[in-house]
């Protein structure tokens, strides 16, 4: 298992995590650091993002941000769209849902596109299946690997009570903790270092937003988990990260955790690494509800015909209740 990286190379509060502006500003101060869980697709990848007077530059990889459309080019997308609106009309909440997703989009200052879009659909698709877990008090909603804090945005703004972890590679959880801020600004944000600084934020209810580098994930083991996700970003991980994100989250403190995740079939990484969905360490004694390709996840948009473009391997979505470790 990956060690995590020591947090401020010198003296540090280990009773307390960072919160709001000063997790902005620790991660920050560690923009740049080495990470030993980072797959050799995600190191081409974050080297390419930078940020600098409060902007950032290079952010691939994880989703789409532009600025809001208008006029004709708005119209455009906004018809492209209809077809994955219709996927997720299907689901009794979706209008709400999507509503809140507009209006999280509208505060980021950022476009609603497909990735906004998309996330909605799958928190409808959530709620449907599994509301009783979105809106457990009593155990956390870990996101792993949520670009720009997108899904954790819309249940915190729709489930007044639910409580969040995020986790993600250090570049990547500055945008995903900014982005998070401007979607739900009443929600306080801290980010955990240590076993003495995560048990202090569990204990405090003001924070519903935990945030976790991925060379940290070890905090997750034994964490009181009622719903996992990850949505199309585990595939790039190695396969060794992958199994210790699922031993974590078997050993979670409250009961069997529902796991939802939505991932490539299969991926090849920059290094020849391949990752297989079925290759991941299910178990038999897993209790799968769901298991088919993703209606709202097999397609993508463009402005020129075609206009419906598959992407390169099929998409596979499963909602499982984790057999415990």
């Known amino acids: 298992m990956h060690k995590k990286n020591d947090p401020m190379s010198g003296a540090v509060d280990n009773r307390a995590p960072y919160m709001d502006d000063d997790a902005v500003e620790w991660l920050l101060e560690h923009f740049n650091d080495d990470e030993a869980s980072i797959s050799s697709l995600w190191r081409d990848q974050v080297a390419q993002i930078h940020f600098a007077d409060g902007h950032f530059e290079g952010l691939t990889g994880f989703g789409n941000f532009e600025p809001p459309l208008h006029g004709l080019r708005r119209l455009f997308h906004w018809l492209l769209m209809a077809r994955f609106r219709r ?14 997703a507009r209006e999280t989009a509208a505060r980021q200052s950022r476009n609603y596109n497909l990735d906004i879009l998309r996330q909605a659909i799958t928190v409808s698709f959530l709620l449907d299946q599994v509301r009783a877990n979105l809106e457990n008090e009593n155990g956390f909603i870990l996101a792993i690997g949520d670009g720009f804090g997108t899904f954790s945005a819309l249940v915190l703004a729709a489930f007044p009570k ?94 069997r955790p529902m796991f939802y995740c939505c991932n490539r079939e299969v ?22 509800f769901v298991d088919e390709l993703c209606p709202w996840n097999m397609y993508r948009y463009a402005t020129r015909p075609p206009f419906y473009r598959p992407y390169d391997g099929p998409i596979r979505h499963r909602l499982a209740r984790l057999a415990k470790a």
Do not use: C
């Open 87 to 100: 996927a997720g009309a299907k689901y009794k909440h979706f209008r709400r849902i999507n509503r809140i």
């Open 162 to 255: 639910a409580r969040v972890v995020m986790v993600n590679l250090t570049k990547v959880l500055l945008a995903d903790v900014i982005y998070l801020r401007k979607g739900v600004p009443d929600v306080t944000v801290a980010l955990v270092h240590d076993e003495k600084s995560l048990a202090s934020a569990v204990a405090d209810k003001n924070v519903r937003a935990i945030t976790i580098r991925s060379d940290d994930s070890y905090l997750l083991k034994g964490l009181s988990i009622s719903l996992a996700t990850n949505i199309v970003s585990m595939q790039e991980m190695n396969p060794s990260i992958i199994a210790e994100y699922f031993d974590f989250m078997r050993h979670s403190s409250g009961g």
């Open 267 to 288: 991926k090849t990484l920059t290094d020849g690494t391949v990752v297989a969905f079925d290759e991941y360490p299910w178990q038999s004694s897993d209790e799968v």
